[in-house]
């Protein structure tokens, strides 16, 4: 999953929140993987905690629909998630990697058939805690 602002004057998120709806259910998040550059040492697997410092939770919720709910956000000291942004329409400023999404298949998946999984209902905030708009762009949530 990746995380941009729209433009460099682009407000970057500090807070995100998303829900993952699985086709049918079919499949559910098993974990959270986001390795340091250059390093087998994986914050997300090993403390629940982006490379940024965010602490990651997850829950699973009922409404509208079956799906897991995600959160990133920090505590103490205000900080970016990351520091990506775009540059033009396909280019980037900064890592907009901010974790990979690992799931468990409930189900046998035929390659003709792939699983879809929408993150939905996303709620992003900036260093007010203000609330930034947001969508989802192929793998990757722009904030505006």
């Known amino acids: 999953m990746n995380l941009v602002a729209s433009s460099e004057q682009g407000a970057i998120a500090n807070g995100l929140q998303f829900d993952l709806v699985v086709t049918n259910g079919a499949a559910s998040l098993s ?86 999984v929408e993150l939905v209902r996303i709620i992003a905030s900036d260093a007010n805690a203000d609330g930034l708009p947001a969508e989802v762009e192929g793998n990757t949530v722009v904030t505006n």
């Not at 974990?31 to 829950?59: E, F, K, N, Q, Y």
């Not at 505590?75 to 907009?96: K, Y």
């Not at 974790?99 to 699983?115: G, H, K, M, R, Y």
């Open 31 to 116: 974990s959270l993987s986001c390795p340091l550059p250059g390093s087998p040492i994986d914050m997300c697997a090993l403390a629940s905690v982006l490379r940024s410092g965010h602490t990651i939770a997850t829950s699973e919720v009922d409404a509208p629909e079956e799906a897991t709910r995600v959160m990133f956000f920090k505590a103490s000291e205000m900080t970016n998630i990351n520091d990506a942004f775009r540059t033009g329409e396909e280019t980037v400023a900064g890592d907009p990697h901010v974790a990979n999404l690992n799931f468990t298949l409930s189900v046998n998946v035929d390659a003709e058939a792939p699983l879809e």
